[in-house]
């Protein structure tokens, strides 16, 4: 076992040789650390202006509509343009963005639509960061790296995303509002930097077809990678279990772990935090470990595996009464989320064409971003009835969507 081990884990660590790799980790670091920052600098801020939380609503609002609704003209000019490109005009549009909002919070002269303004101009060109950031991968790094580089960039993400609100907290606690909006723009600021000095290998040439020099519009793009996703059974797959998992974060890890944490374990917000704490761990290790394990397993295995393995531990925390029994629970769904997201990510990026490979992953979010209101609403409802009505139907849901996955031979044999 320890030489099984030992043989890992340079596997593991291989895309770090790489230069561009490294820039590509840490800009993505940065610009999900900021990502994190910004969420608890615009709540605050708003809050110590309104003392209202039925505006700090409309202003997250104004973040959320727009990346959703962008994200996939994003995805599309990103199988156009240059996913390196989108990601650097992005990240310093967004440092410009957050160093007005923290220069003018500074001077006294915030209002509530300014900050409205800069959220949703804020989420327009966060849409166009997200999918690039995913499609750009496979022109850094070789095919055989994509598992261990996925798997770095995952832990580095969900270390970020934990990171991010909680450094926010603090800035803001030792400083005031402001001051977090310049620190956010200093790390997308040096985001933009390290992506920039990316060095990335030539897309593939793409025949041409016909005699026309316009193309076909951004409308008929857009449409022609939906079509593409929806057309393949095996990528309806994936993109339908993430769909699942995002359904999962948004209502049962929120309102569902609020449930559990208040009403069943009578723990209060540090029992709350626990559950939060364990549950990205497990992602972190999982991760880690897929990377760590490589190869080419069958992924529409492992994607049944997860529905049904989140299914299970749905079914658990419905049941559990213990504390210790729901800490274990939830850090074996997050090491299998992390674990199946290496290889699920890694089989889009190996198997999709690079001039329809954004299109996809904007896709897959714009359904991800559709999924979490949903999900909210939905628990929120089932949380009144009582945390087993919650957790029980999200289990039946999840069982569902694996026994589904395995009634396909394409999506079984999928490596």
């Not at 240059?82 to 440092?95: E, F, G, Y």
């Not at 970020?160 to 800035?171: D, F, H, R, Y």
């Not at 200093?186 to 020099?213: D, H, N, Q, W, Y």
């Amino acid at each position: 076992m320890a030489t099984t081990l030992a043989a890992d884990r340079p596997r593991l660590w291989a895309p770090v040789r790489h230069r561009s790799f490294r820039l590509l980790w840490t800009g993505q670091a940065l610009s999900l650390l900021g990502d994190g920052f910004s969420v608890v600098a615009f709540s605050w801020i708003t809050l110590s202006l309104t003392g209202s939380t039925l505006t700090l609503g409309y202003v997250l609002a104004f973040q959320a509509v727009p990346r959703a609704l962008l994200t996939l003209v994003g995805g599309t000019l990103g199988d156009t343009w240059s996913t390196r490109t989108l990601m650097v005009v992005s990240s310093w549009i967004r440092a410009a963005l957050m160093a007005a909002v923290g220069v003018v919070g500074l001077t006294g002269d915030l209002t509530v639509w300014m900050l409205c303004a800069a959220a949703a101009g804020f989420g327009a060109v966060d849409a166009f960061f997200q999918p690039a950031r995913v499609s750009i991968l496979p022109s850094v790094v070789e095919e055989d790296l994509l598992a261990p580089a996925n798997a770095l960039l995952g832990a580095g993400a969900r270390t970020a995303a934990v990171l991010g609100p909680a450094v926010g907290g603090v800035v803001i606690a030792l400083s005031q509002a402001p001051v977090a909006f310049l620190v956010d723009a200093a790390c997308f600021a040096l985001c933009g930097l390290c992506v920039s000095r990316i060095r990335t290998r030539p897309r593939p040439e793409k025949p041409e077809s016909g005699t026309s020099k316009t193309g076909p519009s951004l409308g008929a793009r857009i449409r022609e990678g939906v079509a593409y996703t929806l057309r393949d059974p095996r990528l309806r797959t994936i993109v339908a279990l993430d769909t699942a998992v995002n359904f999962c974060y948004a209502g049962p890890f929120t309102v569902g772990f609020a449930t559990l944490a208040d009403q069943v374990l009578r723990g209060g917000s540090a029992t709350l935090g626990i559950l939060n704490g364990s549950l990205a761990g497990g992602a972190v290790l999982g991760t880690l470990v897929g990377g760590a394990v490589g190869g080419r397993p069958r992924v529409g295995l492992l994607v049944a595996a997860l529905a049904g393995w989140l299914g299970a531990g749905m079914a658990v925390l419905g049941l559990a009464q213990s504390t210790p029994v729901v800490v274990v629970t939830v850090l074996a769904m997050g090491f299998a989320i992390g674990y199946q997201g290496v290889f699920g990510l890694s089989w889009i990026q190996r198997n999709i064409p690079q001039d329809v490979l954004t299109r996809v992953v904007s896709v897959d979010m714009v359904l991800g971003y559709a999924a979490a209101p949903l999900s909210l609403i939905l628990c929120g409802a089932l949380a009144r009835t009582g945390h087993l009505a919650l957790f029980g139907v999200v289990a039946a849901v999840l069982a569902a969507t694996g026994l589904a996955v395995l009634g396909s031979r394409a999506v079984r044999e999928m490596r």
